[in-house]
Antibody
Framework: EVQLVESGGGLVQPGGSLRLSCAASGFTFSNYEMNWVRQAPGKGLEWVSYISGSGSTIYYADSVKGRFTISRDYAKNSLYLQMNSLRAEDTAVYYC????????????WGQGTLVTVSS | DIQMTQSPSTLSASVGDRVTITCRASQSIGSWLAWYQQKPGKAPKLLIYKASTLESGVPSRFSGSGSGTEFTLTISSLQPDDFATYYCQQYNSYPYTFGQGTKLEIK
């Protein structure tokens, strides 16, 4: 059974940093593309970042480019999102999502982790 | 970026009703469209991909159609478990974009 479990969320001040993790199990992690998708309170879904199975291709939404860094650790079957220079508008539930069929199709999701940026 | 526009934003319906949600893309995306269902406090769940292919385990009362820029999600006979928010999403090209969501409410 595919499982994605996020962690690392919390309260951080504007300008601060946070690192999110997503532990994957139940599938061959290196074979699949991974993403981060976020949802601000009461709002819709926003794709944040993508990393290919090999890690060689990475994309970011314009809203986070230059501030967030996606990475993956094959030994730990884990996905990460390093978030720097955080802003109030980054407040959201962050989901990791796997694309096991085709790039950009999110067929497995974690339960999400809440990031709150506030002073 | 490709903009995705859903209508309506809110839909009130009763158990047993047939409902349709529309999604429009700002440019052609072929059939690279997915539909997700989200319930409060939960992660989204993939329902349909490639515009009309039902994800495994999804009830057959859900169906999708369309191509190019116009797409629809239809629920043939609403069940109590179907009251949720639905999102369309294009995966034709990066950045992947979602519609703003359609909240399906009990009338």
């Amino acid at each position: 059974e595919v499982q994605l479990v996020e962690s690392g969320g919390g309260l951080v001040q504007p300008g601060g940093s946070l690192r999110l993790s997503c532990a994957a199990s139940g599938f061959t992690f290196s074979n699949y593309e991974m993403n981060w998708v976020r949802q601000a309170p009461g709002k819709g879904l926003e794709w944040v970042s993508y990393i290919s199975g090999s890690g060689s291709t990475i994309y970011y939404a314009d809203s986070v480019k230059g501030r967030f860094t996606i990475s993956r650790d094959y030994a730990k079957n884990s996905l990460y999102l390093q978030m720097n220079s955080l802003r109030a508008e980054d407040t959201a539930v962050y989901y990791c999502a796997a694309s096991t069929a085709v790039a950009g199709l999110f067929d497995y999701w974690g339960q999400g982790t809440l990031v709150t940026v506030s002073s | 970026d490709i903009q995705m526009t859903q209508s309506p934003s809110t839909l009130s319906a009763s158990v047993g009703d047939r409902v349709t949600i529309t999604c429009r893309a700002s440019q052609s995306i072929g059939s690279w469209l997915a539909w997700y269902q989200q319930k409060p406090g939960k992660a989204p769940k993939l329902l349909i991909y490639k515009a009309s292919t039902l994800e495994s385990g999804v009830p057959s009362r859900f169906s999708g159609s369309g191509s190019g820029t116009e797409f629809t999600l239809t629920i043939s006979s609403l069940q109590p478990d179907d009251f949720a928010t639905y999102y369309c999403q294009q995966y034709n090209s990066y950045p992947y974009t979602f519609g703003q969501g359609t909240k399906l409410e009990i009338k």
